[in-house]
């Protein structure tokens, strides 16, 4: 199944899911704004909860039992797919806050709170669309190299002796590294918008 449409398909089964305990839970009578709400904090929770899983733990882990080139595989084959899925969360967040808040009487609570997700997407799409694509690129690149010099092979140690004086192995790691960090920054203040939304939901 295409990935973008499995994607589809898992968040549109947890939000269903939601709204059927929704259902349940308000004497079986659920008013279209109800419905908007349990959507809104759905996309808001598996954005933030996706994040701290990828960050904290599934790269974590990865990085210890995998050897490098499988590590930048699996890296070049999820990081995509976790943006595409941000952004759909992200997206899905956007239109039900402006559904629960009339953009034209927003508070100025409110609009501190669509500014914030806005910025939650756009930080999600600019991995997705630009520093994701050429960061795996590069890295692609710099593992062609290593694997023509028989290393890389190893879990978590790299010794690069072999590739010490490859001048141009060298400017592509600077330029990985500098893309790499721009995604993780990036990364991280969707994470940050996301979870300050899901805390002002929780206060209200």
Known sequence: MNILLWQVVVVTALISTSLGA????????????????????????????????????????????LPRHAFSTAQAATFPVFFVYGDICTIIAIVTFFLMHSPLTLTTANKIQAANLIVC?????????????????????????????????????????????????????????????????????SCLCIAFRVASLASS
């Open 121 to 189: 997407y756009l930080c999600s799409t600019v991995n997705t669309w630009f520093l994701v694509p050429v960061g795996v690129d590069i890295m692609r690149r710099c593992n062609k190299i290593e694997k023509e010099a028989g290393v890389g092979q190893t879990i978590r140690h790299l010794d690069l002796t072999p590739l010490q004086d490859n001048e141009a192995y060298k400017k592509l790691r600077a330029s990985f590294g500098l893309w790499h960090e721009a995604s993780r920054v990036t990364a991280t203040v």
């Open 22 to 65: 929704a259902y349940v839970n308000n004497d079986s009578s659920l008013s279209f704004g109800v419905l908007v709400k349990t959507v809104h904090g759905v996309a808001c929770a598996l954005w933030l909860g996706t994040t701290v899983w990828a960050a904290a733990f599934a790269g974590v882990t990865l990085l210890q039992v």
